[in-house]
């Protein structure tokens, strides 16, 4: 195991190298100079373009402004943000912890309704059960997550008044952050009621990031159950009189899990993408619209700094998955 | 059924927040870059600093565009136009928090504080937070300024390279805030010189608590202000970006006042009797400029003919969904110096199309560039585009529409020899006409801000005498004469000013819209 986990990691390394690459080249072949952005209308004389060029280091040839930046993230700094100034290592902390909250939440809302719907539809395959939740899916998966949000906070926030309609809780209770995850933050606050409206304004950006996610569960776990609902053991599991819970729920859905982990563990980079447009919908203060933002200012440190960090924690979740595979399989971690 | 019901009781029980009754909440559309506002440019930034906790020498009147006595009780300008001596008030108190607490009040030192470390490279703060003070650049202050001298504790001369009348307007905005020498001074020594940015100290209505990025801005009443405090305890900036939501958080009574609503909305907002929406004319204008460098829009009479071909009012329906209002001088009407004798082109096709003729102009083939962003000026420049193009092939002229990215087409827009007419546009700084005629049209600034590359004489000699008079009633004399002139020679169609919307709670008193565009809750109470 330690062996295989080591063949994982060594993989880590020229992907890494390969991010930082991409992440440095990806805004810079975008047209579009940011000293000129900055200036927006009001514009800037030459001779002061000349200096803020050679201010932000752009006089500089692409390799060596490369190699700073390789040397950069080596040493820990990320560069500061055109922007507010500001490092952007500092930035990320200060926003990932929202982002990851939500990411966390709507992937346990996805699992935990995805799994067991997924299960359910397979043993009912081609009954109303079946076909309702498959297209149910179908409809999440396709659902722009703009509107779908939007109609929630219409129909949830501004029609029946059960839900906040943004933010991630109520603007009466004031306290330091202290670990960046509300839910966590608001119980060591000791506010009465503090806790329960983090959870309520959880409520709504969980199902509209999560829906996507739950979707392609529930339709992945049904094919990979059907695959294996007709396995030869599934059938001698059956001859010898085992309860279909214990056939569905440990036999199959266990063989059937590799295939679902691959997807969950693809759906992190969904979640991010899609925490774009929720955090956008949602003022939820994360790292999505921090990026997008920054995109649009040719934010050139902030662009880099918040695609290899998105990428580093898709690769960790992958070699996670990777991971996960030996444990669940053990022929996978022999090969 | 009973589910329901106890879900929807659950519920309800959890949710229901009320805004208490001493705080103001304002659902703001983005995040301050900073909150030292003479770092930055953004009004997103302003509201959440400049406003709230400074003050400046001088200060717009809220609702006006009017020069008013801030921290300076006056000032006198030299019979040259050279010096600018400012008396600065006593008793002025900065705010304090858990790191800082003030030992002196304001003076002179604040003022040469807060200029030099702009103006001075060598000054320490010069760089401090990347500094690249774009306002004070991009208003000529380095050049223009030539030296701050500290006369007594309260009393500060300004001393300038030329006659230059703006420069009291420049004194009001916001890059011209004041900020704490001592604070600075505390921070330097603490190894901390970017908390003035992040932790800032003013002399404003209200102090600044905390902010969450991308979430929420919250601030205090400063009790020690040193005109009457304000109305409120509290002030909050819920942070939200997206207008339809900033739209439902209002109807749910979860902020008071929020800017910029979705043109689609507005009528709903109207006819909803807990709203009440204010609006006022905003301080901007947008422009097609034509390149008055090459044939035949060199030609005033062709350029006057196709600003007589463009229908603006189907513009003002389409495209700004009736949140704006036809322009007709390059100056908004909010503005001194806005001359309403001037009366506007008229649309008609048919009288331009023999006036192109006239001028020997036939099968003209032209192109015209639409923005590829959103600006309040103009919300839909690619729509505009095309009507523009749909109204100019009723005249026989035939349109092609190009656009880039935003930094190239600010970049490619300024070329000399740059094929085809732009459309853009200018948000006021300061409120003085000079801000839009010399800065826009001015000879100077061709290849660079004036898009029309025009430099007319008369023109150039009524704004120049404008800038270097002192005297107001001149001043507007000119600019009315200025605007005479710019009609004449028709280097831009001036399409749009766009009508700034306010909605908020009725529960909202004593709120202006402010003509600058800034929003400020100084004065503003909740009932």
Known sequence: MFGYFISRLGMFIPTFLGVTLISFMFIRVLPGDPIIVMAGERGMTEERYQEMVEKLGFDKPVL???????????????????????????????????????????????????????????????????????????????????????????????NLGWTPVSGRIDLLYYFPSVTGFMLIDSLLSGQAGAFQSAVRHLILPTIVLGTIPLAV??????????????????????????SPTRINGLHALRNALIPVITVIGLSVGTLLAGAILTETIFSWPGIGKWMVDSIFRRDYPVVQGGLLMIAVIVMLVNLLVDVLYGIINPKIRRR | MKFTMLAATAVAALTGFAAQANTLVYCSEGSPEGFDPALFTAGTTFDASSHPIYNRLLEFETGTTNVVPGLAESVEASDDGLEYTFKLRQGVKFHSNDEFTPTRDFNADDVIFSFMRQKDETHPYNQVSGGT????QSMGMPDLVESIEKVDDYTVKFTLSKPEAPFVANMAMDFASILSAEYADAMMTAGTPEKLNTAPIGTGPFSFLAYQKDAVIRYANNGDYWKAPADVDNLIFAITPDASVRYQKLKAGECHIMPYPNPADIQAMKDDADINMMEQE???????AYNTTIAPFDNPKVRKALNMAIDKNAIIDVVFQGSGQVAKNPIPPTMWGYNDAIVDDAYDPEAAKAMLEAEGVKDLKMKVWAMPVQRP????????????????????VDVEIVSYEWGEYLSRSKDL??????????????????????????????????RAQWCHQPFEDLILEAKQSTDQAERTRLYEDAQVVFKDQAPWATIAHSVVYMPMSNKVQGYKVHPLGGHIFYGVSVE
């Open chain 1, 64 to 158: 060596r402004q490369y190699w700073d930046y390789l040397t950069g993230i080596m040493q820990g700094d990320l560069g500061e943000s055109f922007v507010t100034k500001k490092p952007v290592w500092d930035e990320f902390f200060a926003l990932f912890p929202a982002t990851l909250e939500l990411s966390i939440c709507a992937m346990i809302f996805a699992v935990v309704l995805g799994l067991p719907a997924g299960v359910i539809a397979a043993v009912n395959r081609g009954k109303f059960f079946d076909r309702a939740l498959m297209s149910s899916a179908l409809v999440g998966y396709s659902m722009p997550i703009f509107w779908w949000a939007l109609l929630l906070i219409i129909v949830f926030s501004g």
């Open chain 1, 217 to 242: 569960i529930a339709r992945q776990t049904r094919s990979a159950m059907l695959e294996v609902l007709g396995e030869d053991y599934i059938r001698t599991a059956r001859a010898k009189g085992l």
């Open chain 2, 133 to 136: 003070w774009e306002y004070f």
């Open chain 2, 282 to 288: 905003g301080l901007n204008v947008g422009y097609l």
């Open chain 2, 377 to 396: 000026y103009n919300p839909n420049a690619r729509r505009m585009a095309e009507l523009i193009q749909a109204d100019y092939a009723k005249v026989g």
């Open chain 2, 417 to 450: 020899d740059r094929d085809g007419a732009v459309l853009l546009g200018w948000t006021g700084d300061n409120g003085d006409p000079d801000n839009f005629l010399a800065v826009l049209l001015g000879c100077d600034g061709r290849e660079a801000s004036n």
